[in-house]
């Protein structure tokens, strides 16, 4: 799980161009969406992309992605749990 957490925490950065953060400025339990990083919907849209495309991971409705995005562990249990082999 850490190495899904670190290996996220470098993904969300590239896929959304975050210049001024570092993977230690990310932390594991913050809230993601509407956190001190300023992730808003357009950037979840981003992500979702990414994660399709990285993991085969889908994201199909509000509500799944309200609980997948809620923090970086709750990204990286759904991702766990969900990304094809």
Not at 15 to 28: G, H, K, M, R, Y
Not at 38 to 64: A, C, F, H, N, Q
């Amino acid at each position: 799980m850490e190495k899904l957490l670190a290996e996220l925490k470098v993904k969300i950065i590239e896929t959304l161009s975050l210049l001024d953060v570092s993977p230690e400025d990310i932390a594991d339990d913050a809230q993601l969406v509407g956190g001190s990083l300023g992730i808003d919907s357009i950037d979840v849209l981003e992500l979702v992309l990414m994660l399709e495309k990285d993991y085969g991971v889908k994201i199909e409705t509000k509500e799944v992605g309200v609980t997948a995005f809620a923090s970086l562990r709750a990204l990286a249990e759904f991702v766990q749990k969900n990304r094809v082999k």
